[in-house]
């Protein structure tokens, strides 16, 4: 898992060198990553109004539960959440059940599932639900 963390941070480093300097409409993900570990990920950028720039959330894909993708928050280094697949719902973490390490968070910590929640502090607009990987097995996102 802590390489998990060195790949996501340098991916939230890349992508705010190489972001656009001007405010999203709307918010997007990058292009999907694999990794030989059982997992893949992409980033969510969007502009935050709060902090006037752009703002990522990276969403983890795992090759053993295909029905989730979790999401983390590259400036606190925690999981907040997860998208089903199966119901198109989201379940947000309270911030005390958030942790730096899927493995760490009990399944009974998940909530029922919700609609999708904002983008970041500030925001307006909700997140977007996850893409599909196209080359993981059984994954359920649409």
């Not at 390490?101 to 910590?109: K, L």
């Not at 997140?127 to 996102?141: S, V």
Request: proline content about 7%; charged content about 20%.
């Amino acid at each position: 898992m802590k390489t998990i963390r060195n790949i996501i941070a340098a991916l939230v480093l890349a992508a705010g060198l190489f972001g656009s300097a001007t405010p999203a409409e709307a918010g997007t993900y990058s292009r999907l990553s694999y990794s030989s570990r059982g997992y893949a990920y992409r980033t969510y950028s969007y502009y935050s109004h709060t902090y006037r720039s752009q703002r990522y959330h990276v969403a983890v894909y795992l090759k053993t539960q295909t029905r989730y993708v979790y999401y983390y928050n590259s400036h606190n280094r925690k999981y907040w959440g997860r998208y089903d697949c199966q119901t198109g719902k989201y379940q947000l973490l309270p911030k005390c059940q958030q942790r730096e390490m899927i493995a760490e968070i009990p399944e009974s910590a998940f909530p029922a599932g919700g609609k999708m929640p904002m983008e970041g502090e500030g925001s307006t607009e909700s997140l977007l639900p996850p893409p599909e990987p196209a080359q993981m097995p059984k994954a359920g996102c649409k």
